[in-house]
């Protein structure tokens, strides 16, 4: 048999784990290469070029998660892969062939997004800058998700705040023009060569079993010590839900803090944000647009930052049922929406005192006032800030039924299939007037017919688990009554903001659409599918 080369073993590592999606990914870009002439000339080109830059992001974010050289694939809190440290080559070189491997994948990458895709298609976009700049990132998420720090959960703050702070700061310099491009340039190369001898500081010290504590021992002792025995739980239900905060509970409101107060400079500084209340605004719906990525490992039963096993051997044998464990996770995902809505109020509130000149949110309030006249601004605003929790409680729980039947083809499925969802509906966004006209007339029937698929889903689902003992009658009528009132006040903000000359078929699509969003089945599907998890 022949030796592979450090570099060829590595690569190859990387290639065997990635390989079926790496082919998808590739007939993608090759897809996009062929036919983006054509619809270029098609097309208007504001369009055009959105439509294309949604897939070629998604290509991008694939093959960064592919070459993330770590132990559990694109999981950035489970470290270096321990059985390397075993091979008899040098730390360097363990540090240096990942490094170069992902650098070369971005550089690569982009060239051909941005040589085959637009440039042949008649739009010259930049090859340097977003190069080093996926190069950058690419280099220090390895490096960061290589450093021992301890708890292991820091190392994903650490990305949070060094990739996203540096990355905000340079996209200001360069839509500023504060520094020309070719200085941003220099400074990305350099954060390149830095990337390197921290991340051979952290693969050594991690290779000998050290460990980068964000506090020392000494400091630790004391608490440790005077904190007396800790009181027994009252039920195995509060033990199951202070496990579940202990693992998942903070992840979510300190991604959020972290993203809003990051989106706050960069909004305050130098009046980058020439209106305040889109400012306002973002700082908003961030909760919602981050439970969306949150939420796939909120599900999960193990600690965010290990290794997903598909179960959980300790957790499936406890003497408790799969109602009081999915019950736990509600009430923990419930708690993390809660306290993460908190600080964004927080967060708003001084966004005012930074932004608004005196008198600036009185101004913002009477113009909502003249849009939406007749007490309709007030109940607008009431309606959001109670639907905003919910949206965000959505979110999260989207993909609890799919993590927790413990199938990873499952997974890949749903996500093969949200995927060509958001594509299509995109697509029906962006290019609404070459949708034939008889499309337009069928949509309040498309979207019945989701409806029907929803409550024949319901139905099956929550007499399956009732049938089975792993929901009791209470949380059905519970379930039922929370979402009627959700759907109400969705249904009522959405008849207050919906302007007055929309089409009665438009409208009723809209409203439709607000009864199968408002999320129900998924209550009765969870216990489902870990019940099938633990019997498996």
């Known amino acids: 048999m022949r030796t592979l080369t450090p570099a060829l073993a590595i690569g190859w590592q990387l290639w065997l784990r990635s390989r079926q999606g790496a082919h998808a990914a590739l007939a993608t870009l090759a897809g996009l290469a062929l036919f983006g002439p054509f619809v270029f000339s098609r097309v208007p080109h504001e369009y055009a070029i959105v439509g294309a830059l949604v897939p070629a992001f998604g290509i991008i ?41 992902g650098a070369v994948v971005m550089a690569l990458l982009w060239v051909a997004i941005a040589g085959m895709v637009f440039r042949q298609s008649g739009f010259r976009l930049p090859v340097l800058l977003p190069a080093l700049g996926l ?18 959960w820091l190392r994903l703050v650490a990305v949070t705040l060094v990739v996203g702070a540096a990355g905000g700061i340079v996209w200001s310099l360069v839509m500023l023009g504060a520094v020309g491009h070719e200085r941003v340039a220099a400074l990305l190369a350099v954060a390149v060569v830095v990337a390197y001898p921290l991340g051979l500081a952290g693969v050594a010290s991690d290779r000998r079993g050290d460990a980068w504590r964000a506090w020392p021992v000494w400091l630790r002792l004391p608490f ?58 973002v700082l908003f719906i961030m909760p919602v647009l981050l439970a969306t990525s949150v939420g796939t490992v909120m599900g999960r039963l193990t600690p965010f930052w290990v290794k997903h096993p598909r179960v959980v051997e ?18 923990m995902t419930a708690l993390s929406v809660l306290l993460s809505w908190l600080l964004v109020v927080v967060i708003m509130v001084l966004c005012l005192g930074l932004v608004d000149q005196p ?5 913002q309030w009477q113009a909502l006032k003249v849009q939406f006249p007749g007490g309709h601004a007030a109940s607008i605003l009431a309606l959001a800030f109670v639907l905003g929790p919910a949206l965000a409680f959505r979110q999260l729980t989207d993909y609890f039924p799919i993590t927790l039947s413990g ?11 949200i995927f060509s969802v958001v594509a299509g509906i995109l697509g029906i966004a962006l290019f609404p007037r070459t949708l034939p006209s008889r499309f337009l007339v069928a949509r309040p029937w ?5 409806l029907a698929i929803k409550a024949v889903v319901t139905s099956w689902s929550f007499r399956a688990a009732l049938r089975r003992g792993l929901l009791q009658r209470r949380d059905l009528l519970q379930y039922t009554t929370t979402w009627m009132v959700l759907t109400a006040i969705a249904i009522g903000l959405s008849v207050l ?21 408002v999320p129900i089945s998924r209550f009765a599907l969870a216990p489902l599918a870990l019940d099938w998890n633990r019997h498996r």
């Open 61 to 101: 974010a694939y093959f960064m998660n592919a070459t993330l050289f770590v132990e559990a694939t694109g999981n950035l809190t489970s470290g270096y892969p321990k059985r390397m440290y075993a091979l008899p080559v040098p730390t360097r070189v363990l540090v240096f062939w990942p490094l170069l491997i």
């Open 497 to 517: 903001i919906l302007p007055a000359r929309l089409q009665p078929a438009t409208r009723t699509a809209v409203l439709l659409s607000v009864v199968v969003f």
């Open 224 to 281: 440790g010590t005077a904190r007396g025995p800790r009181r027994p739980f009252r039920s195995p239900a509060q033990a199951q839900l202070w496990y579940e905060w202990r693992c998942h509970g903070l992840v979510f409101p300190i991604t959020t803090t972290l993203n809003s107060l990051l989106i706050l400079g960069l909004g305050t500084a130098r009046n980058a944000w020439a209106v305040h209340s889109l400012l306002l605004l």
């Open 359 to 363: 008198g600036g949110a009185a101004k």
């Open 135 to 152: 190069v950058a990132i690419m280099s220090w998420l390895q490096v960061l998700s290589w450093s021992p720090l301890s708890p292991a």
């Open 446 to 450: 498309l979207v019945a017919s989701l």
């Open 407 to 417: 199938r990873p083809w499952l997974e890949r499925l749903t996500a093969a299939v």
């Open 314 to 331: 300790f957790l499936a044998i406890r003497p408790m049922s799969t109602r009081d464990l999915v019950a736990a996770k509600l009430r």
